[in-house]
T-cell receptor, first 113, second 116 residues
Framework: GENVEQHPSTLSVQEGDSAVIKCTYSDSASNYFPWYKQELGKGPQLIID?????GEKKDQRIAVTLNKTAKHFSLHITETQPEDSAVYFCAALSMNRDDKIIFGKGTRLHILP | DTGVSQNPRHKITKRGQNVTFRCDPI?????LYWYRQTLGQGPEFLTYFQNEAQLEKSRLLSDRFSAERPKGSFSTLEIQRTEQGDSAMYLC??????????????FGEGSRLTVL
C-alpha cells in the first residue's frame, strides 16, 4: 500500500519568511496529493491540492509542486503570517484504485514574531 | 452549521468499558470515513462507507471495533472492551458523490477518547 513520508516534523520560520515542507510517496499509482492544515482542537482542513497531470499549482501565498518521477511533492508558503502556525499534513491517493487518503505524519509550523 | 458533526467531543472511560461515537456527515455527501489520530501523528485510515455499504476496513480496526452507517446518513463507531492503547482522536470525514474524482475530505472536529 501507499506510504507517505513527510519532513521536517517541526519547522520554525520568522514571520514574513518562506516555509517549505516536503513529502515523498511510494505508490506510483497515486495521482492526487492534497495538503491539510490542522489547528489546535480542530479537524484537518484542505488548503490546496494537486493532481498528477500538473507540476505546480499556486493559490495566493501557497504553492505546491509535484515531481512524479521522483515521487515527491512540496508545499511552499511565502510571506508567512502568525495565522499560518499550525500542523500541516501531506497526503496521497490513487483515485483510480481506491478511495482512502493516506497521510504523512505532519509538520508543526511555528511562525516566530 | 452544515459541516461534519461529531459527538461526543470528549469521552473519558475506564479500561474494559464500551464507547460509541457518532458522526453526522454533510447532508449530500455519500462517502463517510473514519480515521484515528494519535499525538504527533497524521490521521490513520480505519474504514469508509459509500452510502450504507462499508467498503474497506484497515487492519488497524480490530474485532473490538465496529462501524455502521445504517441508512447511509449518520455513522457510529463502537469500541468494545476499551484498552489504554485506544486513547486517540477519532476523526470522521465525508466527501461528496464522485468523491474519488474529487478527492477532498471534509473533516469533523473529532472525538477525543481517553481510556484510564
Amino acid at each position: 500500500g501507499e506510504n507517505v513520508e513527510q519532513h521536517p516534523s517541526t519547522l520554525s520560520v520568522q514571520e514574513g519568511d518562506s516555509a517549505v515542507i516536503k513529502c515523498t510517496y511510494s505508490d506510483s499509482a497515486s495521482n492526487y496529493f492534497p495538503w491539510y492544515k490542522q489547528e489546535l482542537g480542530k479537524g484537518p482542513q484542505l488548503i490546496i491540492d494537486i493532481r498528477s497531470n500538473v507540476g505546480e499549482k499556486k493559490d495566493q501565498r501557497i504553492a505546491v509542486t509535484l515531481n512524479k518521477t521522483a515521487k515527491h511533492f512540496s508545499l511552499h508558503i511565502t510571506e508567512t503570517q502568525p495565522e499560518d502556525s499550525a500542523v500541516y499534513f501531506c497526503a496521497a491517493l490513487s483515485m483510480n484504485r481506491d478511495d482512502k487518503i493516506i497521510f504523512g505524519k505532519g509538520t508543526r509550523l511555528h511562525i516566530l514574531p | 452549521d452544515t459541516g461534519v458533526s461529531q459527538n461526543p467531543r470528549h469521552k473519558i472511560t475506564k479500561r474494559g468499558q464500551n464507547v460509541t461515537f457518532r458522526c453526522d456527515p454533510i447532508s449530500e455527501h455519500n462517502r463517510l470515513y473514519w480515521y484515528r489520530q494519535t499525538l504527533g501523528q497524521g490521521p490513520e485510515f480505519l474504514t469508509y462507507f459509500q452510502n450504507e455499504a462499508q467498503l474497506e476496513k484497515s487492519r488497524l480496526l480490530s474485532d473490538r471495533f465496529s462501524a455502521e452507517r445504517p441508512k447511509g446518513s449518520f455513522s457510529t463507531l463502537e469500541i468494545q472492551r476499551t484498552e489504554q492503547g485506544d486513547s486517540a482522536m477519532y476523526l470522521c470525514a465525508s466527501s461528496p458523490p464522485g468523491g474519488s474524482n474529487t478527492g477532498e475530505l471534509f473533516f469533523g472536529e473529532g472525538s477525543r477518547l481517553t481510556v484510564l
